[in-house]
């Protein structure tokens, strides 16, 4: 019995570690929506401040990205994960990854916020913005509560969202040359548009990726390029 | 004795699976390498046939990705590595992501020549792209060799490629905005030109992406953000 129950220790702390690195995904994750939100947010309002935050926090999300995978690489050594067990770590590596991709064309977009601020002139394209970063904040949201619950479903209808998301990029960049056509002094300015709306369909595929690997873990079915 | 030589066996099967998945890297690498040379040449040389290859090709890039990936969970879960076996693994998950994105840029770049090709027109942005994509080629060729050699000195001086890359990258940016004033009529072509040359921006920093993870499975640290 003293054995058994020690085991049974050994399991709890395996299980605490699984529960621990879940808990870390969902914090970088919830980190990563804010940056996207407050990074299209500082260009809708032109607010530099706030752009100026999302780019000094994306070190934050890169640390969280390092402490994370070191974790895992820990677990993986110690605890001979198999199976389910397994595919969680190996999913978690590679969520991270994505999370930390999101953060990164957060901070650009906050970057891109602070030239437009700087330029000043007009806020062509800016509806666009804003529609497609809601969508896409949307979308990170539901995968991250998708992730939260694993939910292989919600992870599914999830990336469906992301046609749309590519369907209104495409419609934002047409939009955006005629501007540019209209009002050749505005190029310099609609390109800055035009890196942002292209930021926000990556953070769109980086999600999609999310929803894949939820699935992975969830159903042990790679539906990676299917 | 006859223990022994049955771990030896083992071992020896160890081995050779790890050689294994580092020389499927090495041909997935090879054939993304030639994805990104041609795309650029179906560019240069205005050839679709080429850039419906590339496109076509991106698919056996994303079935390598799957099966590689497939090859270093089951090493794990049977073999149960530690320390730099289990960092190797880990390394060829990762890198097989960034190549994997490399191919999907190629096919980007291979989308855009068609496009190009079907508008036909001036060839301004021609010598950009020609000249990034030559030294993003170099890059890549010299990533993959500092991998095959697990050359950490390699990977770090190739690391330091990127930041010409991205140097030239933006003086090609600033070209392309000119030439978008000078004619507005050619916008919606130069366009295509931008992302071309941003997506070879991209392969640069996933390179980047290989050679960090290079230094991670050589020297144990991981230099990412630094």
Request: proline fraction near 1%; aromatic fraction near 4%; glycine fraction near 4%.
């Amino acid at each position: 019995m003293a054995k058994m129950s020690f085991e049974n220790h050994i399991m709890k702390q395996f299980d605490d570690e699984l529960e621990e690195i879940r808990t870390r995904l969902m914090e970088m994750g919830g980190k990563v929506e804010q940056q996207v939100q407050n990074a299209v947010r500082a260009i809708s309002e032109a607010d530099s401040k706030l752009a100026e935050e999302v780019i000094i926090e994306e070190q934050v999300v890169d640390e969280m990205e390092v402490d994370i995978d070191t974790a895992c690489i820990l677990i993986i050594a110690r605890r001979q994960p198999a199976a389910s067990d397994l595919r969680l770590v190996m999913m978690v590596t590679k969520a991270i990854n994505d999370l930390e991709r999101i953060g990164d064309e957060a901070k650009k977009i906050a970057n891109h916020a602070i030239l437009l601020v700087e330029e000043g002139g007009s806020s062509k394209g800016y509806p666009e913005i804003r529609h497609i970063g809601a969508s896409v904040s949307k979308m990170l949201a539901n995968a991250l509560d998708a992730f939260a619950r694993f939910d292989a479903d919600a992870a599914m209808s999830t990336i469906e969202e992301d046609k749309q998301i590519d369907l209104d990029y495409k419609t934002a960049l047409r939009e955006l040359v005629t501007y540019m056509m209209e009002d050749p002094r505005s190029i310099s300015r609609v390109i800055n548009v035009l890196w942002v709306v292209r930021s926000l369909e990556r953070i769109g595929d980086h999600t999609k990726n999310l929803c894949e690997q939820i699935i992975f873990v969830v159903k042990g079915k790679d539906i990676r390029h299917k």
